[in-house]
């Protein structure tokens, strides 16, 4: 069984969201505890990631729970299961390829500047879980691979931006398409400092906070100190989110952080990415260092907002 929070997630949708399904149209109608909070079981899991998928391939709401409703379970599961389904226009329903081996095609694809190939390899990444999952356990790998790829000579500079323009224009779609909850006491800001370009992994996150209810700013990548103070300002922000991909973000970050405590802010100061965890945080309370995985960062930053609140 599973509380809401983590049925959400399983599914790939905000809790909001969740709610409204199962409110509106009735998709599932999850078991409650004493305490009166509501459990879901596998069954509901199943039928909540057919909704999901029905509307993500541009069912109304509406429509997709009436037939979710008329479906047996064996049904339910097929539409929802993800892998099962035949996404690739020829592809064995029944293939099962795993991360490393998407990792590989991507970085092949991009060596051979294939747009087709990769788009399509990009469409059976983010089929096989929710958008948390795929972008922490097979998209941000493969960047990574195809980082290596251009590194080693594999592939050249137009593959490797053609194919990390791809996955942006992905996780764009999927940031405007988590909605922007109404704020809360202000909003998260979350980007990069100053001279950080690698601004994938910031806008992954972003996403993901923004699909677990959170009112997310995206300010992106290479963005000066003086920029970052004005838009705490004026969006009176309770927390910033840094991205500290690489060695060289660390000192411009924690210049980023200084200049806000200087300034007499109390927002929250958080940490993320590759190299956030080596930095020494002293003096600027504050402060959290968020952990690797996007839904483990994102519930860390909840948890702390929520005590502060």
Not at 14 to 37: D, K
Not at 84 to 98: I, K
Not at 144 to 173: F, I, M, P, T, Y
Request: include cysteine; proline fraction near 5%; charged fraction near 25%.
């Amino acid at each position: 069984m599973y509380t809401i929070k983590q049925a959400a997630a399983r599914c790939g949708v905000p809790v909001q969201l969740l709610r409204a399904w199962e409110r509106r149209y009735g998709v599932v109608s999850p078991s409650r505890t004493e305490s009166g909070y509501r459990l879901y079981d596998e069954a509901a899991i199943a039928r909540l990631r057919a909704m999901r998928r029905l509307v993500d391939d541009g069912w109304a709401p509406s429509t997709a729970a009436a037939q979710i409703r008329e479906l047996d379970d064996d049904a339910v599961a097929h539409i929802g299961g993800g892998p099962q389904l035949d996404l690739l226009g020829g592809a064995s329903s029944a293939e099962v390829v795993d991360a490393h081996e998407l990792s590989e095609a991507f970085v092949d694809s991009a060596s051979r500047l294939d747009e087709p190939a990769f788009e399509t390899i990009l469409d059976r990444m983010f089929a096989r879980g929710s958008f948390e999952q795929v972008a922490s356990e097979i998209v941000m790998p493969a960047l990574v691979a195809l980082g290596e790829g251009w590194a080693s000579g594999k592939v050249d500079v137009a593959g490797e931006h053609a194919a990390a323009n791809a996955v942006q224009r992905r996780l764009a779609l999927a940031f405007l398409a988590a909605g922007q909850p109404r704020d809360n006491g202000g909003p998260v800001l979350v980007g990069l400092p100053p001279g950080a370009r690698h601004d994938l992994g910031a806008l992954a996150f972003a996403t993901a906070a923004r699909r677990a209810g959170l009112s997310v700013r995206y300010l992106g990548a290479d963005l000066p100190v003086a920029d970052w103070l004005e838009a705490i300002q004026l969006t009176n922000a309770r927390a910033i989110v840094i991205g500290v991909v690489i060695g060289r973000d660390v000192k411009p970050a924690l210049e980023v952080a200084r200049a806000v405590r200087a300034a007499g802010s109390n927002v929250l100061v958080a940490l993320g990415g590759n190299r956030a965890a080596s930095i020494a945080t002293d003096g600027l309370e504050p402060v959290l260092i968020l952990p690797d995985g996007l839904s483990e960062a994102v519930d860390a930053l909840d948890e702390r907002l929520r005590l502060a609140a």
